[in-house]
């Protein structure tokens, strides 16, 4: 069993930016990849931004040039950098993680094994 524990969630003003982290501990046996899913109030989750464990990533149109994720493998932690934040931003957000020696850059959430409980970013406009 992996565990999950993000951070960094807040309310911003729209233009704003916020970085969430998340940490994963237990049972990690090898390399693996990480990424951020969202998911608003009657909508269906959303693949946000994915990086595997050699750094390369897979973002959303919807976050393109307004996000960055990065990873630091000896912390196993990800990160979640984002700036001009819109109202449309607004959601729970889920560190993710695939079982040890699966490399996916996919956003599909069957990809990943592993889930944390969220962390809330509400952006007002």
């Known amino acids: 069993q992996v565990d999950l524990l993000e951070s960094g969630g807040d309310s911003v003003q729209s233009g704003g930016s916020l970085r969430l982290s998340c940490t994963a501990s237990g049972n990690i046996k090898g390399p693996f990849s990480m990424g951020w899913f969202r998911q608003a109030p009657g909508k269906e989750r959303e693949g946000v931004a994915i990086?595997?464990?050699?750094?390369?990533?897979n973002y959303a149109d919807s976050v393109k040039g307004r996000c960055n994720i990065s990873r630091d493998n000896t912390k196993n932690e990800v990160y979640l950098k984002m700036n001009i934040l819109k109202p449309e931003d607004t959601a729970m957000y889920y560190c993710a993680a695939t079982r040890s020696y699966y490399y996916t850059t996919s956003r599909d959430a069957k990809e990943f094994d592993y889930w944390g409980q969220g962390t809330q970013v509400t952006v007002s406009s």
């Open positions: 990086i595997d464990h050699f750094g390369v990533t």
